[in-house]
């Protein structure tokens, strides 16, 4: 209580001096230009690196692996894992990483060096298994199940979504290599004038054009004020009509607004249930609207 009291932490910092230099590198007398070699160099490595992480009492949670082809150009990824990196996973992803730039970046020259660096560790106290299921082997046989996938159509051949921030839900959802950082592209916000919870469900290749008209028939149109000139109650898409059962909004987006002429985006969203069962979200944009998602 004193030291609250005395605007100080409740408990001092434990400050602990990081160990120096965990990476390992490697540098071949001979550029590594096939699997098998690539194969080699890896295991070598991840045991080196294992050996000296467990020297210190630490073990992997995200491993970069950085290779240096004999022209000098850099490759770098980062692989992460929901718990810990042993030698053989350390060993596996270098391997499945070195094939996939070997196969499929179609290098001009061989590689020369191979580091790799621990840029996540935790102490070695052993990995609890989740309470609700988020750690143990059925989720880690899935996971090596995607690593090996990953490992023969290469990085990108696996993806996973990743849902980040943003005003429009076509850049709100982004696709990520298996193994790498989930970082969304977008920071998580706040972004004022995003649309509210759920999120669409699917962002269609090309928006539909369609037609938003009311009861008697009349376009429907948003003033300077953000009002709607009429109740929407039906879609057109083509030669078809679908009534509007339900609807929300509208929502506003006026980017950089201090813009005169030659807005990057300006347009209004609504909600809407259709009699055919569908929930899509209408978008209003230089006098047109479309349908750029769809909801469950």
């Known amino acids: 209580a004193q030291r609250l009291a005395a605007g100080k932490d409740d408990r001092p910092l434990a400050v602990?001096?990081?160990?120096?230099?965990?990476?390992?590198?490697?540098?071949?007398?001979?550029?590594?230009?096939?699997?098998?070699?690539?194969?080699?160099?890896?295991?070598?490595?991840?045991e080196r690196l294992h050996e000296r992480l467990t020297g210190y009492g630490l073990v992997c949670t995200r491993l970069a692996i950085v290779a240096t082809t004999v022209d000098g150009q850099e490759?770098?990824?980062?692989?992460?894992?929901?718990?810990?990196?042993?030698?053989?996973a350390i060993s596996d992803r270098t391997r499945w990483q070195l094939e996939g730039w070997l196969t499929t970046r179609r290098l001009a020259c061989g590689l020369i060096a191979l580091r790799l660096i621990p840029e996540g560790v935790l102490a070695q106290v052993g990995l609890q298994p989740g309470l609700w299921g988020e750690a143990g082997a059925e989720r880690d046989r899935a996971h090596r199940a995607l690593h090996r996938v990953q490992g023969i159509l290469g990085p990108d051949g696996v993806l996973t979504a990743l849902l980040g921030g943003g005003r429009d839900p076509q850049v709100q959802a982004s696709l990520v290599p298996w193994g790498d950082e989930r970082k969304?592209?977008?920071?998580?916000?706040?972004?004022?004038?995003?649309?509210?919870?759920?999120?669409?469900?699917?962002?269609?290749?090309?928006?539909?054009?369609?037609?938003?008209?009311?009861?008697?028939?009349?376009?429907?149109r948003v003033n300077a004020r953000l009002e709607l000139s009429a109740i929407p109650a039906a879609l057109v898409l083509g030669k078809s009509t679908?009534?509007?059962?339900?609807?929300a909004g509208p929502w506003p987006v006026?980017?950089?607004?201090?813009?005169?002429?030659?807005?990057?985006?300006?347009?209004?969203?609504?909600?809407?249930?259709?009699?055919?069962?569908?929930?899509?979200?209408?978008?209003?944009?230089?006098?047109e609207w479309s349908v750029p998602t769809d909801f469950d």
């Open 184 to 220: 969304p592209s977008l920071p998580p916000g706040p972004w004022p004038g995003r649309l509210p919870a759920p999120s669409p469900a699917q962002v269609l290749p090309e928006p539909e054009q369609v037609r938003v008209v009311s009861a008697d028939g009349a376009e429907v």
């Open 242 to 247: 679908v009534r509007i059962e339900a609807w």
């Open 16 to 46: 602990r001096q990081p160990p120096p230099g965990l990476e390992v590198e490697e540098r071949f007398e001979e550029p590594i230009e096939r699997v098998d070699m690539a194969a080699f160099a890896a295991r070598a490595l991840a």
């Open 75 to 88: 490759l770098y990824r980062v692989w992460r894992h929901d718990g810990v990196l042993t030698a053989t």
């Open 254 to 287: 006026d980017e950089r607004w201090w813009v005169v002429t030659d807005r990057p985006n300006r347009l209004i969203r609504l909600q809407a249930t259709l009699a055919n069962g569908r929930a899509v979200l209408l978008t209003l944009s230089g006098g």
